[in-house]
């Protein structure tokens, strides 16, 4: 168990942190105080061409002249500074959250179409698996990322997420069961530009991560989430599959509904169903996936975990409780459930 | 006592006060054990091979048999089995011939993985209500899908998918030839893979005209003395497979005994009757790698590109690099066969002491395919000691994509595992070719046995799948987080890339 809060507006408007940390801490319900997470896109205007990329140092002393030589090495670190954070009574600051903007130098991965975020790839996987005491959480660019363990509301205090802003924000309050109280295995999951939010369990996982790894991804989180992220960039970023077509894959329509389809159809999802048979996710699940351009949320082809959607204006809504939605919308009118791994999308307008 | 003399293997006795001396242990016994002498029953149990024919025959369970009554000094080197081969080499100077599997008590490596189930994190998925999907593609996928935009605005396939065979469950009957199984054997399989939309192979033995109706279900297989072989049998096939090697007798060729060879299997096979269908033990037209790419590309040249060409190999050391090669030659399947895996007729020698276990060898072929980017290329079939759903839900959390069964399809049939199918005297109607035995077995009868097999085995996996909380079979292939190694050692549990129970 799990609870998720996901919202975009549409015409790009940025809000800030406040209101998604109280939506958040309306399902503590869900979760049990040993990790949350907030992610924000439009939070770095000044720096929004750069690679916003996050590490947790165990020991700064240790470790940050490793990681300042390895991104000197593939580019340029044009800003760092530590994220800043608040004394708080109820975290334990086990790691010191730091960030560089970065910009890679293209010319050193010849060959590539995106040099650029092959080289950021590389370098969240060297130093994940080879660098102890170091874990690069997010990288994207023009987007924030804060977790650690707690609740909600002290995880955005800790960061102070209230003097952030972004057009996307993702929220999640987490139960957790195999890694609690790392921080590392708290929520929202990112990689480039992908942050993935999830409630439930993969059991296709091992399925999922061999498949996944055979493509060059290493995972390294010692949970099954960071294997969606990684799907959905093999999927939609290298193999050019729309959002639609991606959910097809990983959560597709059975093959009773599949063989009643008409030829066209039924040809299309067979072939998606026979290509990306290792990128099915099984398992209860609700996820919300965002990158810079939209949100997209979507549960297993069983609906073991809820999800709710809900519009207002510019803005789309998709969270685990209506109760979530409605601390941020309290007028908020449309409100409904999709289908079992239908996706819901919400794609910038501006 | 001559030198030389064994100890009978099973002593048969009869209780003479059930005994009503109706004589069908006579007529039922095709090994000769029982004999009428006036009115009583007389035994020679040195025939006897305990294929419970009689047991199953007598009205009134007045015979029993008991396994080696009189046995050696025990001795945990020179074992029964050694002390008999060495005497049976000394008397004859001979190869020594067995029938089925592997015959040494090797552990087994099945046995020493377990499965997983859901507790409370998540719930567990149930069959009875909720949709559990089995459907297998057997063949090439693309590794990426490409599309285009329509004038509607629709995105279009662009991408096209290489022929597949589509399976309701992943459990298929593997290859065993008309002439080393009856006719009425190879009958009840074919109706029984009919029903439950699977297939099975023809093995190196052509394909009888009474099977056409069945030929949708049926793989072809051409092997190293391309028996039966001609353009009217391969376009019949379903799909084609080239066999290399077989697990029971990596290495050499197909030993099928004149005794078999009777017409209707001497016109099938297209080999003079009664002459010993002997195949190389290479292919003669494949000393290499690329010579497998031509001959893969030959049949799909003949049969236009629209079937699947699969490759088997016998699960040697080298087995992954093997793989690697074969997924590069156009092959759509590879079968993996283990060294458990059974044969009419085999060499002791090789039966016991050449090949790996299936297990080892999917595991090492699904990784070495997925280094090389290429796992989509080709299907992996296992096969080679498969005895039970779970045998199967463990081969495919390792990776296969389907498997094989033969055994165990036969054992569906009657067989009680004697071993002397070399003989061609099996007294259940299948391993043999005499019409009077081969009678024994009734097509009807034998085909429901048979897909009861795969129906109940099918459920299984349907019951384990939901209790991982998993639904298609898709998510349960090369899943190996699911699967727990129990006292396996850590090197192989390296191989298996498994964790150990209670990690």
């Known amino acids: ?117 092959d080289i950021i790839m590389h370098l969240v996987m060297k130093v994940n698996t080879g660098m102890p005491g170091v874990l690069i959480f997010s990288s994207g660019k023009n987007v924030a990322l804060f977790k650690a363990s707690g609740w909600p509301e002290d995880v955005a205090d800790f960061y102070r997420i209230q003097d952030y802003k972004g057009y996307i924000w993702l929220g999640h309050n987490r139960y957790p069961t195999n890694t609690p109280g790392w921080w590392g295995g708290a929520h929202p999951f990112n990689l480039l530009n992908w942050s993935v939010v999830h409630n439930g369990e993969i059991t296709s996982y091992g399925t999922n991560q061999r498949y996944i790894e055979s493509f060059g991804y290493k995972c390294t989180m010692f949970t099954d989430t960071e294997v969606v992220a990684y799907l959905v960039d ?22 009773d509904e599949i063989d009643r389809l008409p030829e066209k159809d039924r040809t299309l999802n067979t072939a998606i169903r026979m290509a990306y048979a290792s990128a099915l996710m099984n398992g209860p699940f ?39 939605i409605r601390m941020m919308e309290p007028d908020i009118e449309k409100i409904t459930m999709p289908r079992a791994g239908s996706p819901v999308i919400g794609r910038v307008i501006a | 006592m001559s030198i030389g003399t064994v100890p009978m293997k099973f002593r048969v006795s009869i209780d003479r006060d059930q005994c009503m001396v109706c004589g069908r242990c006579v007529e039922n016994c095709s090994y000769n054990v029982f004999r ?68 040494l008590p090797y552990p087994v490596i099945f046995d020493r993985l377990v499965l997983d189930a859901c507790q409370v994190t998540n719930p567990s998925i149930d069959p009875l209500r909720e949709p559990m999907e089995l459907r297998t593609y057997i063949g090439k996928k693309p590794a990426y899908l490409e599309f285009k935009k329509s004038n509607s605005g629709d995105a279009e396939l662009i991408t096209r998918i290489a022929p597949n065979l589509k399976l309701d469950t992943p459990i298929m009957v593997g290859h065993m030839s008309y002439g080393a199984i009856s006719l009425n054997a190879q009958t009840s399989i074919a109706k029984a893979v009919r029903e439950t939309g699977t297939f099975m192979g023809t093995g190196e033995g052509g394909l009888h005209e009474s099977l056409y109706p069945y030929q949708d279900h049926m793989i072809v297989q051409v092997a190293s003395g391309r028996f039966g072989v001609d353009i009217n049998y391969l376009e019949r096939g379903a799909a084609i497979e080239i066999k290399i090697g077989q697990g029971a007798k990596p290495g050499i060729g197909g030993h099928l005994p004149g005794e078999k060879v009777n017409k209707e299997v001497s016109v099938t096979r297209m080999i003079p009757e009664g002459s010993d ?54 092959a759509d399947a590879v079968v993996l066969d283990g060294f458990r895996g059974g044969t009419g007729a085999a060499p002791r020698v090789f039966r016991d002491h050449v090949g790996i276990p299936v297990e080892a060898a999917v595991a090492a072929v699904d990784t070495k395919l997925r280094q090389q980017g290429i796992r989509n290329e080709i299907s992996i079939i296992a096969s080679g000691g498969i005895r039970e759903s779970a045998d199967v839900a463990k081969i495919i959390a390792l990776g296969a994509d389907s498997v094989y069964i033969g055994t165990a399809a036969l054992v569906a049939l009657g067989c009680r595992v004697c071993g002397t199918c070399y003989r061609g005297v099996c007294a259940w109607g299948i391993a043999t070719q005499r019409a009077d035995l081969v009678k024994r077995l009734d097509p009807e009868t034998g085909s429901k046995q048979v897909a009861n097999l795969i129906h109940g085995w ?7 799948m939901g209790a991982a909380g998993i639904n298609s079979i898709e998510s349960l292939r090369g899943n190996r987080d699911r699967l727990r190694g129990y006292m396996l050692d850590e090197a192989l549990m390296n191989v298996l890339d498994v964790k150990s129970v209670g990690a």
């Open chain 1, 286 to 324: 609700a996820i919300v996936i965002a990158n810079e351009d939209f949100i997209m949320g979507f549960t297993d082809r069983i609906k073991l975990r809820p999800l709710v959607t809900a519009e207002q204006g510019n803005r789309l809504y998709l969270s685990s409780e209506e109760a979530a």
């Open chain 1, 1 to 117: 168990m799990c609870g998720i809060i996901g919202v975009i507006d549409r015409s790009r408007e940025r809000l800030d942190g406040s209101s998604v940390r109280e939506a958040l801490s309306k399902m503590d319900e869900r979760g049990n105080g040993q990790g949350s997470g907030y992610v924000a896109y439009g939070a770095f205007p000044e720096f929004k061409d750069l690679y916003a990329i996050h590490v947790f140092f165990d020991n700064i002393h240790e470790s940050k002249t490793k990681v300042d030589t390895l991104l000197s090495e593939w580019g340029t670190i044009e800003h760092d500074e530590e994220i800043p954070t608040n004394e708080h009574a109820a975290i334990k600051k086990v790691h010191t959250p730091w960030r560089y903007f970065f910009r890679p130098d293209k010319t050193l991965m010849p060959g590539s179409r995106t040099p650029d975020d």
């Open chain 2, 277 to 330: 269908a002997i195949s190389p033990a290479p292919h003669h037209d494949i000393y290499s790698i690329e010579d497998l790419k031509q001959l893969v590309r030959s049949l799909k040249e003949a049969t236009e590109w629209k079937k699947p060409v699969f490759v088997k190999i016998a699960a040697v050391h080298n087995a992954a690099a093997i793989a690697a090669g074969i997924a590069r030659s156009s």
């Open chain 2, 36 to 103: 009428k002498e006036g009115d009583t029953i007389t035994v020679n149990p040195r025939n006897c091979v305990a294929c419970h024919r009689c047991l199953a025959m007598c009205p009134r369970d007045a015979i029993s048999i008991e396994e080696r009554p009189i046995d050696y000094r025990s001795h945990p080197l020179w074992t029964t089995e050694i002390r008999e081969a060495i005497y049976n080499q000394a008397r004859t100077g001979k190869i020594i011939l067995s029938g089925m599997g592997n015959a």
């Open chain 1, 234 to 255: 093999l999927l939609v970023r290298q193999h050019g599959l729309s959002l639609e077509m991606a959910t097809r894959a990983l959560a597709p329509p059975f093959w």
């Open chain 2, 458 to 464: 099918t459920d299984e996996l349907a019951e384990l």
